[in-house]
Each structure stands twice: as C-alpha cells, then as structure tokens.
C-alpha cells in the first residue's frame, strides 16, 4: 500500500478522491497561492482540504466573513500577479454578485478562478439555482467538468487559461461532482511562486465611468477570444457516427449519465454525442458540426436550459433546421441520474430499457406510506434546542399581552436551527437566505402587531446580520433578534468564524464578541443567556421581547458535537439522565411532545431516555413538570 | 476487470456509512479497480438518512446508482434499506442489521414504523436473498459496539461477490484506525464475514 496523499508530488499515480478534495488537488497542482471562501454545501471540503495543507503548500488560506469578501481577496491576489481561488456555494455567488460583475472589466493577471458549488435538488440549500446565468452576464466563461478526475484536471488548467485569456474564470460544480468519489490519477504540482507586486494602473483598476467605457470594451474583446478558443479546448469532444439520427449534447456530469444509459441501451456507437466542458461560451462550431449531421438534437444538462438555449440561438443563426429538444424531455427540478436521461433517449428513440422502472416507480410508491418519516434534526443536547424552546415560551408569554388570537412570529435564518422548523418545535417561521431573519423582522415590526424574535446563527451574524441590526437601531425597528452563538458554523463542518478566535489554518487570531459590536452598533438592550439554564432563559428573552426598542440577545453554548468531541480527548465521562417511571406521567408527554430531544423515546408506552445517546445536557429535566428526569448516579 | 458492480450503504447519520464506503473505495483503487461514489453530507446528516454509493467496474461512469442495478444493498439501519428498495433487481443481495433507529417523528405520531417482519418481506419480495444479522452484537463480541458498520463491511465481503481483495481492505482498516482498535476492527470484519458465510451455506 503506498502513502500517498492530497500534496504526493507523485504524476500518474492513483488516489481515491472526494470530489472536493480533488478540486482542491487540481489549485494545489497550479501552483494556488491565495484561497479564501465562505463555508457552504457542498462546496466546504476544498478549503478544508486547502487549510490543512496551506503550510505544506506555502499557500494562504482563509475563512472570509462571507463570500463577497472571499472573492475580493481573490481579485487583489489576481491583480498583483498571484493565480487565486474563491470557492463558495451557489447562492454565495449571490453575495459575492457586486464585485464579480465588475471584476471581469478588469480581468485576471494573476489566474483567477472562481468556485461554484451548484446544488440540484437542494439537498443542502435554499434554492436550486443555476450560477451559469450569473456568469453569462458578467462575460465570465464557465468550465464544467463531468467527473470527479475531470474537475480535477480542469481545475488544474483553469488557472493556466486564465493567464492565457487574462480573464477570470468560473468552475462550476454540482453536489455530484464535490461529493462524488472516484479514482483520481495525479499530475504535477507547480513549483512555482510568485512574489505579488502592485502595479499601480488606475484607467484600469479605477471603474469610474470613463475607465468603465474602455474596460467594457476589452472585456467584450477578450470574451470573443475566448469564444474562438473553446472549440478547441479538450473538454468540449464531438463524436459523429456515420448515419446518427439523433445527437445529444450533453453538459458537465449528465455527460457521465449519458454516458451509461447510451451503453445500457446499447445504442452507443448509433448515437452522435457533443460532450460540453465549457457551458459558456458554447463551442459554437462543434455545435453546429453537430446540429448539421443529425435530425434530432437531445440537450442534458443539470437544472436550467442554459446550454439549449444557446444552441437554439445557434442553430437560428446559422439556419440549421432540426428539431432541438431538451427540458422538455429531461426534468429541469432535481438532479439528473442515468434513469432520468435513458427515459428522455427512450422517449426519441423508442428504443426499450432493460429495466422497468415503471414496475420500480410503483414498488417505491407502495412502499412509502410505511416507511418512517426521517428528517435531519438537531442532534441530542444542541444548544439551538434549548434556546428555540425558550424563545417560545417567553414570546408565547408577551403574545398574550398583544391580545387573544396573537402568536409571536420567528423570522429564522439559514443554519442547523432551521431543522426545527417542523414539529415538535416549529420555529422558525420563514427562512430565506443568510442574514435575511434580521432583515425580514425590520420589514415585519412595520405591518404586523405581534412579537417579533428573529435568531440566527453565530458565523451568519457576521457573514451579514450586521448591517440589519445597524438598520434596526437606525430606524427605530421594535424587534427582538436572537443570535444562536454555538461558536462553530456547525451546519457545513465546524469551520471557525471571528468569533471563535482562530483562523482557517489554526492560528490564533483576536475573538471577536457579538455582544460587543451590537452594543457599539447602538442597540441598547444586550444580553448574553446560557441556553441550559433554562429559566433564566425564558426570564432575559421575556424582558428582552418587552422592551421598547431594537434589543439583542446573544444564547451561548458551544456546538454539542464539539463539546461531546472535546469531552472524550479530555477523558471527561458523560453522566446520562433517566426518567423515574414512578414520577413520569403517562399522559404529559412534555418532553417528547413540546421539546422533541431524539434520545427521548417512547417505548412500549413509556418515556424512555437512550442513555447511550444522552450528552447529559439537563434541560429536558427543567422542562419536566413532574419532575420525573434525573441524572444518573 | 468487472464491467459493473454496484454496492449501496444505507443507514442513519452517525453510524459510519461513509467510513465504508471510505475504505471500500481506498481498497478498490489499490487493486486497481475503476470505482465511482457518492454521498450526501451536510444538512442530511443531522439524525437524517444517508445513502453511499460505490461502484466499481470499467463501464461505470456516473456517480449515483440505477434504479433496479444494485448488487448489493448494506441496510445499517432496516427502515433506510427498505427506503431504496427501488434499486433492487431479482439478482440482488441484501444485508440487513436487523437493529432500529426509530426517529423522533415516530414518537410524536408524525409518521410510524414498520414491524422488522414486514421489512424483510418486502424487501424478500424483490431481492435474491436478505441476509439479517445484529451488528452491534457481533461488534460487542469483536470488542467495540462502535465496530457495527465494519460489521456490515465483513459481512459485504462474505457473500463472495466483491471483486475487491480481503486483503488489500484489511489493510485499510489497519491504517484507518489506532493500533489499539485496528485488531477490534479486524476482528469485527472477520465475525462478519463469517456470520455471512454461515447465513448463506
């Protein structure tokens, strides 16, 4: 067995990869030397597999507070002369929008290349947006690689057509591509660095309006460069057959589906295929080389039609008549499979799949009303438990005051605390994007008469929850904005933030206090609350709810999971609690019912707690009315 | 080489269905096999479901596996394997510890769980064989209750069907762990692959 790992500088060797880290392979190959990036699903990996090697590799490496940030560190990299990554998740592009739309009028000097991690079907998201759109409209060609030795590979060479084109550059990943595996083959690693030097050059680094003009121009000028080269790029591959009716187009990893359903349904050497490693721009002559051979054309691609669309265009132009079809035979929600494009090469060809998925499709539809419904939850002991279980309480307690009929309203935000938005806690109310709970309770406190308490994560209030508590004390907002400090970003790996005091890499750096940049942003009520004692709890958010005025509660306890991980390296033992069946009341259920801990369980018509699962942490004891929960002896 | 061999790891978060998927995937490539996965991590960890992938063979190229083209389906938990049953085929095996993890939804009478019984008939229904065996017991024996996935990974081994060597996966777990537990775990591989074998004869 050899030892090889992610920095081996061993060419033509084998690793079994992640798709993340063999992203992060492919920068640390070109010769990186500046990666920033928020922590996001699924894009998360690749900093942290950066991070770890960051000393060994001579690269900076860093957390930003958001994304907006982490691509203009990358830019400054750029600009003097250093090739530099920014890796976020697709709706963090959202974030980072205002700068790149301008980024690309200056271009790349140093490779600059940009990460986003896509996210069909949302398994970890808010939305299943297509960052492809994004690019399109600020000139930036998109690479897009169909596996996981691909990504790697055109990551790698992503930095060296930056350079080439002087242009920044977008890599687009998909949840299959960073969380896929595969045996991943190696090339070299750069040994150069390069010293970053500032040239100071303002007609171009300026974008005032009359810079604007003349940069405007190179860019469009340097986009059609790029237009010209990508036919011949290796990722973009035409394979005509002689006599192919049909010919499909496929983009990024539904190029891997096609792939196999081609093989499956053994029409692989009947069929014409254009394999599309650069979505934008499209290698228009490969297209229409393409377009002119078949009769029929099948797009595949993940999520929107943004390639269809362009060889619509395409075939208008160039007056090719032939029938394009794309999402009207491939689902444009949810992630593509193998089984999704067979059906659309059926659905043209006639032709048979060898496996019935129809029979399959029924077998599932039977067998779902028995199975158990298995959402992810807050895990035992999570501190977020205990504090949502107390913002209801003490808001329910205020609401009454209001009047008969009002219930408080819990703006939430994105974070491990949105899991407890179904039952048994159900709050928070409404999720949106980072930094929006804040946001939505200024607009809310203007229209409707009831409690408003909004929460949101720790690394959330200082990716973006800064400026609407700014906003509340500013406009007089009379709102209450909880901020769940579990001193990790616990939802996407337990990546350290400003608050926690260290950096990507380990340092240790100045903490940052919440409590303290509210006070200094003017809010005049601030407290900080221990989520485990829970009276007090419920006591500080009550008083917090009545006053008159923006006010800021900051509940603090560290990530559970960190806590427990922390425990075990001390030594420490964890003292579970039990219920005294003799005390418990068979028709109470509070505990299961009202604050829903997955180590409480009921079984054969008691409330049980699984000792081995229990972290001891004691609030489902203080919300206990029979006092029946005890820690063991 | 194999042209196609598909393994799907099913369970709850946090009961080690990615470590083995890890190693099965280490071992593949150093036997030279060509080998495709996939996971969900993040937000569909938190006590949700979890499903890996792992395909090994020279006509495999996508991540995820068809529906109906599972060889072997590993069910840590019985109701996760039940939830795939759709990527079962006539020819498939399953090995299934028969322990529940009943999710909170169930207590407070959001959704409810099915009898064991009734999850071996219905997956008996389709596949060629369900093999059943409690993981955690087998681990406890092995020295580790925490061994129960590796448990499974032995078990996987039993049914002679991987194309992937003993050896070359024992090796991985004797790298993966200390030198304390590496032996737990080789021994809690060995009683599962054992507990296969025996179920099978």
């Known amino acids: 067995m050899k030892n090889l790992t992610i920095v081996s500088d061993a060419p033509g060797e084998k690793l079994f990869m992640l798709g993340n880290e063999a992203i992060a392979r492919g920068a640390i190959e070109a010769g990186v030397q500046v990666a920033a990036a928020y922590p996001g699903t699924p894009s998360s990996e690749i900093t942290e597999t950066l991070a770890a090697v960051a000393k060994d590799t001579n690269m900076y490496v860093e957390w930003s507070t958001n994304e907006k940030v982490a691509f203009e560190v990358a830019l400054a990299a750029s600009i003097c002369g250093v090739r530099a990554l920014a890796c976020m998740k697709h709706v963090g592009v959202n974030v980072a929008h205002d700068p790149l739309m301008t980024a690309s009028y200056i271009g790349a000097k140093g490779g600059l290349v940009l990460l986003s991690a896509d996210d069909p079907w949302a398994w970890s998201s808010q939305n299943e947006q297509d960052s492809r759109y994004i690019a399109q409209q600020g000139y930036i060609p998109v690479l897009e690689p169909s596996s996981v030795q691909e990504a790697k590979d055109m990551m790698a060479d992503a930095f060296n057509l930056s350079e080439e084109f002087k242009h920044l550059f977008m890599f687009r990943s998909v949840t299959r591509i960073g969380h896929g595996r595969s045996d991943v083959v190696l090339g070299e690693i750069s040994k150069e660095k390069r010293k970053g030097s500032f040239e100071k050059d303002p007609s171009h680094l300026v974008l005032a309006p009359r810079e604007v003009r003349k940069n405007r121009a190179l860019m469009v000028e340097r986009f059609e460069k790029i237009k010209e080269a990508v036919d011949r790029l290796p990722y973009n591959q035409l394979k005509l057959i002689n006599g192919a009716k049909l010919g499909i187009i496929a983009c990024g990893l539904s190029y891997s589906y096609t792939l196999e359903a081609l093989k499956w349904l053994g029409l692989d050497d009947q069929v014409s295929m254009l394999k599309i490693g650069t979505p934008h721009p499209l290698p228009a002559e490969l297209v229409k080389r393409l377009l002119n051979s078949v009769e029929e054309i099948l797009v595949v691609e993940e999520l929107e039609p943004f390639v269809e669309n362009q060889v619509k265009v395409i075939a208008m132009e160039a007056d090719i008549r032939v029938k394009i079809h794309g999402k009207d035979l491939v689902p444009v929600i949810g992630e593509l499979s193998t089984r999704k494009v067979t059906d659309a090469i059926t659905n043209l060809t006639g032709s048979k799949s060898p496996v019935n998925f129809t029979q399959l499709d029924k077998l599932g539809e039977e067998t779902a009303p028995l199975l158990p419904w298995r959402p992810p939850i807050l895990c035992t002991g999570c501190p977020h438990r205990a504090s949502q279980y107390a913002i209801k309480v003490a808001s329910r307690r205020v609401a009454k005051d209001y009047g008969k009929d009002i219930v408080p309203i819990y703006p939430g935000d994105i974070s491990c605390s949105t899991l407890a938005y179904i039952p048994p806690l159900e709050i928070p109310d409404a999720v949106l994007c980072m930094g929006a709970s804040f946001g939505l309770a200024n607009g809310l406190c203007r229209v409707v008469e009831a409690p408003i308490v909004a929460e949101m994560g720790d690394s959330t209030f200082f990716h973006s929850g800064i400026p609407p508590v700014i906003n509340a004390v500013y406009n007089k907002a009379n709102i209450t904005m909880i901020v769940l400090d579990n001193s990790a970003t616990a939802m996407t790996g337990f990546q350290p933030h400003p608050g926690t005091g260290y950096t990507a890499t380990g340092e240790e750096t100045t903490q940052l206090k919440i409590e303290d940049i509210v006070k200094a942003c003017g809010v005049k009520f601030v407290e900080v609350i221990d989520p485990f004692d829970l009276k007090k709890a419920i006591a500080t958010i009550e008083k917090a709810i009545r006053f008159d005025g923006p006010s800021v509660i900051v509940s603090r306890r560290l990530c559970t999971i960190i806590e427990q991980r922390e425990k075990r390296k001390r030594g420490e033992k964890t003292i579970p609690y039990y219920i005294d069946q003799e005390r418990c009341s068979e028709k109470c259920n509070t505990c299961v019912m009202l604050f829903g801990c997955p180590s409480i369980m009921k079984e054969d018509g008691k409330t049980i707690i699984d000792s081995t699962a229990c972290t001891g942490c004691g609030v489902c004891a203080q919300i206990c009315p029979y006092n029946a929960i005890k820690i063991q002896e | ?201």
């Open chain 2, 1 to 201: 080489m194999v042209k196609e061999f598909n393994i799907l790891i099913t369970g709850v978060g946090g009961q080690g269905v990615i470590l083995i998927s890890e190693l099965l995937g280490n071992a593949a490539v150093n036997d030279g096999l060509n080998v495709r996965g996939s996971e969900v991590l993040g937000m569909a960890v938190r006590g949700g479901a979890v499903t890996s992938t792992i395909r090994i063979g020279s006509e495999v190229y996508g991540p995820l596996i068809p529906m109906g083209k599972c060889d072997i389906l590993i069910g840590i938990e019985p109701s996760e394997a039940l939830r795939n049953i759709t990527y079962l085929s006539p020819s498939s095996l399953v090995i299934l510890n028969m322990a529940k993890v009943v999710p909170t939804s169930v207590f407070i009478g959001e959704s409810s769980y099915p009898s064991l019984e009734e999850i071996v008939e219905k997956l008996s229904q389709i596949a060629n064989r369900v093999i059943r065996l409690k993981a955690a017991q087998i681990a406890e024996e092995a020295g580790s209750v925490m061994a129960a996935n590796i448990v499974m990974l032995g078990a996987l081994f039993g049914t002679g069907q991987l194309p992937i060597k003993i050896e070359t996966t024992k090796e991985q777990i004797r790298a993966r762990f200390s030198a304390k537990l590496a032996p737990v775990n080789i021994k809690a591989f060995d009683l599962g692959y054992q507990t296969c074998q025996q179920a099978l004869k």
